[in-house]
């Protein structure tokens, strides 16, 4: 009964603020399983609290998402990283054995390993290079990590100060009211 | 500097280029500027305004105050704002360009994020603590010193004492006679004077009958 309620609730939550906003490769239904978790760890009261568990999910969703695009960006890059390592190794037709080694061809990874182990470097190394050389997109990428996790940290305080402020004022309501207001006993 | 002759030349020229001429063009070139449109305000957009609509109805629920659903409108627009932005995010993910525009232009639709969530922020705060319906009516009859209806009495003689300030439910006894400060003291010095038997007979005898000369 419980479950169908927070359904319904969850469904005319999403016909108000819109669909989930997934970019192609993502799936609709781990975003959904996301959001329910939330939702159900907040039990969102009214429509306020569902544009914040909203939030908090899509934020986190693109906390993730930016993880994954770092992720690729260092992936997809990886050759310019390794072009300028074996450049500094002066090997010969760089240029050509990165992109071949990007492409998979096993003569170029096999020519690129034994390159970095003689000069004892690992691909720890090209890692390194290939960060140095996209340090932008990098650092703006954390940046906007960064910013998202704030402003998720930021909702959740706002729900809870929101929280103990109405927790407050029902309380004092219940005091001039004269009903008994039981404190919490420990080990209760 | 740029030379009279120059000078002349640059307008003579210009005169000769005036633009756009036709309707498709001039609405293409309209549209120059443009990059997002996120700078535009969303409450111009006639979807996007019902959008805001609908969310204003369900932030503020059935009966709300003015003041509710004023609020519940900023916090809606603001929210459209912010949905906007991320659309306009999602969008810049699927066009595939290359690293570094991405990543910059990311970073520039992340300020309009953020300035629709500040917004969003205080709305909600403000619609927190917008009194209700029943606090509307206490607004309302803030400071006066009586209803409407009560003000245009005929009976002018029946001056209404100040009322409690910002009451909302005016109390029973707000309808009384307002003595002046005089009148008081003397019903206090003849109640006075009256528990002591020192009644005068200026202020009694039309009451009492004659003074009791025994006494």
Same mark, same amino acid.
């Given at each position: 009964m419980n479950t169908v309620t927070n359904e319904l609730a969850m469904s005319r939550a999403t016909g108000v603020l819109g669909p989930a906003l997934l970019i192609a490769g993502e799936s609709g239904d781990a975003y959904d399983d996301l959001l329910a978790r939330i939702r159900a760890a907040v /039990?969102? /009261?009214d429509m306020l609290e569902e544009i914040w568990v909203r939030d908090v999910a899509d934020l986190a969703w693109e906390v993730t998402r930016l993880r994954r695009i770092k992720a690729n960006l260092m992936q997809a890059c990886a050759h310019e990283g390794l072009t300028a390592a074996l450049r500094s190794l002066e090997v010969r037709n760089y240029s050509f054995i990165a992109s071949r080694w990007l492409a998979g061809d096993t003569a170029a990874v096999q020519t690129v390993n034994a390159a970095l182990a003689a000069a004892g470097l690992t691909i720890d190394s090209v890692t390194a290079l290939t960060v140095s050389e996209r340090l932008d997109e990098v650092e703006r990428i954390e940046k906007m990590m960064t910013a998202a996790e704030e402003r998720r940290d930021g909702m959740l305080r706002e729900l809870e100060m929101r929280r103990t402020q109405l927790a407050a004022k029902l309380k004092l309501a219940l005091n001039e009211a004269g009903a008994p207001v039981a404190s919490p006993q420990p080990n209760a | 500097m740029t030379s009279a002759r120059k000078r002349c030349a640059n307008r003579r020229n210009a005169r000769k280029c005036t633009g756009p001429r036709t309707a498709a063009g001039k609405a293409r070139s309209a549209r120059?500027? @443009? =990059? *997002? &449109? @996120?700078? =535009?305000?969303?409450? @111009?957009?006639l979807e996007l305004m019902r959008a805001i609509a609908t969310l204003a109805r369900a932030i503020a629920g059935? &009966?709300? #105050?003015d003041q509710r659903r004023k609020c519940a409108d900023r916090i809606a627009a603001a929210h459209v704002e912010v949905m906007r932005v991320r659309r306009a995010k999602r969008d810049l993910y699927m066009e595939g360009r290359e690293w570094d525009d991405f990543s910059k232009r990311l970073v520039k639709l992340d300020r309009y994020e953020r300035r629709a969530l500040s917004r969003r922020k205080f709305a909600m705060r403000r619609l927190d603590a917008a009194p209700t319906a029943a606090g509307d009516a206490w607004l309302k009859n803030f &400071?006066?010193?009586?209803p409407r209806s009560l003000a245009r #009495? =005929?009976?002018? *003689?029946r001056r209404i004492t100040r009322c409690a =300030? &910002?009451?909302?439910n005016w109390p029973r006894g707000w309808l009384r006679r307002r003595v002046p400060r005089w009148r008081v003291l003397l019903a206090e010095r003849n109640q006075a004077s009256a528990t002591a038997g020192l009644i005068t007979r200026r202020q009694t005898d039309h009451k009492r009958g004659p003074p009791d000369l025994a006494a």
């Open positions: /039990a969102p /009261a | 120059n500027a @443009l =990059r *997002h &449109g @996120l700078a =535009r305000s969303a409450r @111009l957009d059935e &009966g709300a #105050s &400071g006066k010193t009586k #009495s =005929r009976r002018p *003689h =300030r &910002g009451r909302a």
